[in-house]
């Protein structure tokens, strides 16, 4: 057999799923994982060469490309979202640091994310303002962005807080932190153990229940200089050139839902009988089978589409198109099998903790995930 990047990424795809059933199944059914397990797992997935997938094999990692994340993350949102959700975040966020890092700082930082020992967060939400308006082009840059960060001889001193949505906030190791320092938008590698860094109460979301999330402070936290991601002011503009990785994993995950929703509705309907024969012989049910593959296949392919984009290094306006439409397709189609799911389990499908259940939360909840429907279609809109 010819060795190629096509089996290569089929002997990822079935690494990834072999690992997702037989070592994340056991510890959630879209429930909560302990902090401890969460972690033992991201050192688990490290073997695997999943949280350094997207980093060069010069700091450690895989050396891997965007497609290969996508279908190694769906394998982990099949299974549950909320761990790979977190674990995608921390593979992507790592483009960052490669995007306008120092040659030390990716010495320094990158192999411990590939060897699955440094957890990442992002933390650039903050409470009270909306996401969206942080990027608002008619105001000063930066202006609704509180966390502040001071600069005082050869340290900055940051202060402030990030909303109650933190990605992986409670088992991160270290977090990028975005604050406005004299010069605009900034971006900060900050330690989990920085004096002065805590984090709130674990938040509950509808869905996702797999992940962590909570409220970050930060009080007069210290960091060096040499923490500073690229040049002060430029931490929005690094974020929208970085934004894209994050958005193809995020919407991978939601593949993935999808798939779990239709996986589960096939098996039920070919189980449970009506007049004396499997469900899905009947023609209604078939048909609503039959919507759901088309709409797997329709979102997994987009998703596909922008991760080759990424690869081939397409122009930003391609990607300013193929990116948003591949997290609203995935989103659309995660939410309707969730929803065909549901409804073909019957009483089944409602009962708290069932399959269907638990996958519609989680579905619902992709919205509210970095941008909203209506946000990124207006981003389409002006590309187009």
Known sequence: ??????????????????????????ETSGEQLTA??????????????????????????????YLDHAVATEELGA?????????????????????????????????????????????LNEPSVSGSELFDPAAEPGSRMRTRAERTGTSYVISGSKAQWV???????????????????????VPADAPGLTVGPRS?????????????????????????????GEGLRLLMTTTPGMAVGLAAVFVGVARAAYEAALAHTGT????????????????????????????????????????????????ALVVPAAKTRAVDAAISCAQHAVRLHGATGVTAGSAPERLLRDAWTGYACDFTREMLHLGIATTL
């Not at 969460?38 to 350094?52: I, M, Q, S, W």
């Not at 977090?175 to 590698?189: D, S």
């Not at 930060?218 to 002060?232: F, Y």
Request: charged share 25%; hydrophobic share 45%; proline share 5%.
């Open 1 to 26: 057999m010819t060795r190629g990047p096509g089996l290569e990424r089929r002997l990822l795809t079935e690494a990834a799923r072999d690992f997702a059933e037989r070592r994340i199944a056991p």
């Open 36 to 65: 401890d397990a969460a972690r033992r797992l991201v050192r688990e997935a490290a073997g695997l060469g999943l949280p350094g997938l997207l980093i060069p094999e010069s700091f450690g990692g895989s050396g891997g490309g």
């Open 79 to 123: 299974v549950d979202a909320g761990f790979a959700a977190g674990l995608s975040l921390t593979a992507s966020v790592p483009d960052l640091v490669l995007a306008a890092g120092t040659d030390r700082q990716r010495r320094d930082w990158l192999p411990g994310v590939a060897e699955g020992t440094t957890i990442l967060a992002g933390a």
């Open 167 to 189: 990605t992986n906030a409670g088992i991160a190791d270290a977090y990028l932190v975005f604050a406005r320092a004299e010069a605009g938008p900034t971006v900060f590698w």
């Open 204 to 232: 509950h979301l509808l869905g996702l229940r797999g992940g962590f999330h909570a409220e970050l402070f930060l009080d007069e936290v210290r960091v060096p200089a040499s923490a500073r991601i690229g040049p002060e």
């Open 272 to 319: 449970r009988t009506s007049w004396g024969r499997p469900l899905r012989e009947h023609q209604a049910v078939a048909l609503a089978l039959a919507e759901m593959a088309v709409e797997l296949r329709t979102a997994r392919l987009l998703v596909h589409d922008a991760a080759a984009a990424l690869d081939a290094k397409a122009d930003p306006s391609e990607l």
